[in-house]
């Protein structure tokens, strides 16, 4: 039996190191990769059970996925690293690789890398949800998907609207909480503005006591005042604080049921006056009216 020498025992202990290490490291990484993912499960049930609406489920779910893919790449890309260091196979020409590789694709998707940066704060923000009604980037809609690339929004008419993240700068979140659904009344000048307030306030207490309204209508009607002069009336501003998204359907109601208040009070609703005058010479004569008869072609 041939008993292996010292110089031998070491070049086979150094064989059998290398994969050993390999394996330590996939095993290591393979266990990271699961303790990590538990911890994201974890706190996701942790901010589910504070969460309030479906809505905030779902940018908590959006928010788990991101978080697992980062993890991911993360643990992956150093374990790979190590594996390759391990091998003898020099990780050193790969990393300037990568260095010029990055700087080229970084100009070239400057756009691209902001759109994710923007998205992945708008969602961690909690800036927009699902089903909110937003204005950015001079768009306003209904919100029917968040992503960490862009945003969809359905307007009115229906036309969908695709919006970058890396180009929105301002978000106006028209549904949180409550609203306001602001609203300009118009009457003629010689009309008596207390009378007009007296009827305005009536119709608002009708409107909040009804069955159609009363959920929707959470204030008494405010009225502002005299907001301005118009060329033909008087413009009188009011508002309603309702329930976030009712204030298009409020405003509708109101000025429906106003005017047919104002027809029951005999309370003018202006419309454009112009008045002519003829002019006068320096004795103070006014020149002979002209009448100008215009004729269909044919008569």
């Not at 509708?252 to 049921?257: A, G, N, P, Q, T």
């Amino acid at each position: 039996m041939n008993i292996p020498n010292i110089a031998e025992l070491r070049e086979w202990f150094h064989i059998t190191d290398s994969p050993l290490r390999v394996l330590i490291i996939l095993l290591l990484s393979w266990i990271l990769l699961v303790i990590s993912r538990k911890l994201i499960r974890s706190f996701r049930r942790y901010m589910e059970k504070r969460a309030a609406t479906s809505e905030d489920k779902q940018r908590i779910d959006t928010l788990e996925r991101v978080f697992r893919y980062v993890a991911t790449v993360l643990i992956s890309l150093v374990a790979g690293m190590l594996v390759l260091s391990e091998l003898g196979i020099s990780i050193v020409p790969f990393l300037g690789a990568a260095g010029v590789v990055g700087i080229a694709v970084g100009f070239g998707a400057q756009s691209l890398i902001k759109d994710y940066f923007n998205g992945f704060f708008i969602l961690l923000e909690n800036q927009i949800r699902k089903g909110d009604v937003v204005e950015v980037c001079g768009k306003s809609g209904l919100v029917e998907d968040v992503t960490l690339r862009y945003i969809t929004l359905r307007d009115y008419e229906g036309s969908v609207h695709f919006v970058p993240n890396g180009l929105i700068t301002t978000v106006t979140n028209k549904s949180r909480g409550y609203a306001y659904a602001v609203i300009d009344v118009s009457i003629a000048y010689r009309e008596n503005i207390d009378e007009a307030y007296e009827v305005m306030r009536e119709v608002g207490r009708e409107m909040r006591e009804s069955k159609d309204f009363s959920a929707k209508i959470i204030g008494d009607l405010e009225i502002a005042g005299v907001q301005s002069w118009a060329d033909s009336a008087v413009v009188l501003r009011c508002r309603f604080k309702v329930a976030s998204l009712e204030q298009w359907g409020v405003r509708r109601e109101f000025l429906y049921r106003l005017k047919n208040a104002f027809d029951a009070q005999n309370i003018e609703i202006p419309y454009p006056h112009l008045t002519l005058h003829a002019g006068q010479d320096k004795s103070g004569n006014a020149p002979p009216l002209r009448v100008l008869n215009v004729s269909k072609k044919g008569d």
